[in-house]
């Protein structure tokens, strides 16, 4: 079946544009997570959805990242006013129920210049 | 999450078993044993698990010691797209541990 995908693959915008990242989750799976990873680091969580409860978004950087996931499925992860240090990769993962297991999407590589 | 340890890098012959050893001697009796790797320019992709038992799967295999504090991930022949980083991270299965964290991982390197 098919895996998690993002789009698009690669961004580049400039510094105080707004941008939107999308991201399907495999069919059937209620938990929907975002992680961001710069250039040779580690995962940073930034939100969670499980079905139709509230989202945990303790790990959005600031005011300007925004999430939604519209019918519990398709999530967009949006970034207001971009600055540079936003460049990175952005992963979304998705997970079924009872199952912790994370499968993650390709990512999308987020350059601002 | 308990603190995992593992060697920084390790090269590979094709075809040969890969054999990644990981510590975690503070790991509790509800946390699992999880595996994930990471090619390069993509996502972290998910290996296997497991809490006491050996576990197989179509990837890999999971052997944890009797007293867990240590395991070692198996891949039984390896090919040049094993080629990524692995890591190797204990947490408890349940939903609501959904933070994924990993540490340095070990870069394997698998040559012809």
């Known amino acids: 079946g098919a895996g998690v995908s993002q789009s698009p693959s690669n961004k580049v915008t400039e510094k105080g544009k707004d941008v939107e990242l999308r991201c399907d989750p495999i069919?059937?799976?209620?938990?929907l997570y975002w992680y961001r990873q710069s250039l040779g680091q580690g995962l940073e969580f930034l939100i969670y959805?499980?079905?139709?409860?509230?989202?945990?978004k303790s790990g959005l950087p600031s005011d300007r990242f925004s999430a939604e996931r519209t019918g519990g499925s398709v999530s967009t992860l949006t970034i207001q006013r971009t600055q540079q240090e936003d460049s990175a990769v952005y992963l979304c993962?998705?997970?079924?129920?009872?199952?912790?297991?994370?499968?993650f999407g390709a990512g999308t590589r987020l350059s601002v210049l | 999450d308990a603190k995992t340890t593992q060697p920084p890098s390790m090269d590979c012959a094709e075809g040969r078993a890969a054999n990644l050893p990981c510590n975690h001697s503070?790991?509790?009796?509800?946390?699992?044993v999880y595996w994930y790797r990471q090619i390069h320019s993509q996502g972290p992709q998910y290996i296997i698990h497991?809490?006491?038992n050996n576990e197989t799967n179509e990837m890999a295999s999971l052997i944890i010691t009797e007293d867990r504090k240590s395991s070692t991930l198996i891949l039984p022949h390896a090919t040049l797209r094993d080629t990524a980083v692995y890591y190797c991270?204990?947490?408890?299965?349940?939903?609501?541990?959904?933070?994924?964290?990993f540490g340095a991982g070990t870069t394997v390197t698998v040559r012809a």
């Open positions: 993962a998705s997970s079924s129920t009872g199952k912790n297991i994370q499968y």
């Open positions: 069919s059937g799976h209620t938990a």
């Open positions: 959805f499980q079905g139709n409860s509230a989202p945990d």
């Open positions: 503070t790991i509790s009796g509800n946390e699992y």
């Open positions: 497991g809490l006491k």
């Open positions: 991270i204990v947490r408890t299965p349940l939903i609501n541990d959904y933070k994924l964290s």
